[in-house]
Every structure is written in C-alpha cells, then in structure tokens.
C-alpha cells in the first residue's frame, strides 16, 4: 500500500514537470522499468532514488512524501 502512495506522487510529480517516464529515467540515471515498477506501486524507492528525484524535479523529499508517511 505504502509503495503505491509514493509510486502515485512521483508519477503526478513527473507529470507536472513535462517529464516523460523515459526522459525522467534517464535524468535519474535508471532503467524505464524501474521507474515504472515504482510508479505503480510494485516496489519503494530507497533513500538514495528518492532524494534524485526531488532534486530532479526540484522539490523536497517532504514534499514528495505520502502524508500517510509524514504522520509517523
């Protein structure tokens, strides 16, 4: 469930950029299949991956954060 929420908030971030999830891959250094597999949900992003992507899309990891997570 956890991994669904942060698949769905980097895919709604990305989108807002004008990424495409090929373009956004490669900026991030990965492979579209991983992307994709965090964007529906199948797997978290680690610590690393999620502060890349913040950077990239130019936000704070809290900001990408699910506030489901936040309120732990």
């Known amino acids: 469930m956890e991994a669904e929420k942060w698949g769905r908030r980097i895919r709604a971030f990305r989108k807002l950029k004008g990424y495409t999830q090929e373009n956004f891959a490669k900026t991030l250094g ?5 992307l994709g597999e965090i964007e529906r949900g199948n797997r978290v992003p680690d ?5 890349q992507v913040a950077d990239s899309l130019q936000i704070s ?3 990408l954060t699910p506030k489901e997570v936040q309120n732990r």
């Not at 610590?47 to 502060?51: A, F, P, R, V």
């Open 30 to 34: 990965v492979s579209v299949s991983l």
């Open 47 to 51: 610590e690393n991956l999620l502060q």
């Open 61 to 63: 990891v809290q900001e």
